[in-house]
Nanobody, 122 residues
């Protein structure tokens, strides 16, 4: 089970740090990713981190502003979001349990957190 937290309301240019903690099983050997979904839009890939934590990947829209990290000892993954823009407003989901296909496709993941709302005001 994954639990996402840390969302909130922030002004443009501000920062937030999202957390995703896992319970019930260890996710240290799993790829961990963040997706987001804005109203009326499809769920989109934001960032991913591989098992060791050494390899990360970001959507072009957040590259240079967001940073994903993980703490396998805590069974947690984090998303540091800086220089937030109104277009970053969405519900953010953490996911794991990659089961094949494109790792940027939300259908490729079996385990999902409940989502946390991020709202960026202009």
């Amino acid at each position: 089970q994954l639990q996402a937290s840390g969302g909130g309301l922030v002004q443009a240019g501000g920062s937030l740090r999202l957390s995703c903690t896992a319970s019930g099983r260890s996710f240290s050997n799993y790829r961990m990713v963040w997706f987001r979904q804005a109203p009326g839009k499809e769920r989109e890939f934001v960032a991913g981190i591989f098992r060791s934590g050494g390899n990360t990947d970001y959507a072009d829209s957040v590259k240079g502003r967001f940073s994903i990290s993980r703490d396998n000892a805590e069974n947690a993954v984090y998303l540091q979001m800086n220089s937030l823009k109104p277009e970053d407003t969405a519900v953010y989901y953490c996911a794991s349990g990659y089961n094949g296909g494109s790792y940027r496709d939300s259908h490729g993941y079996s385990y999902w957190g409940q989502g946390t709302q991020v709202t960026v005001s202009s």
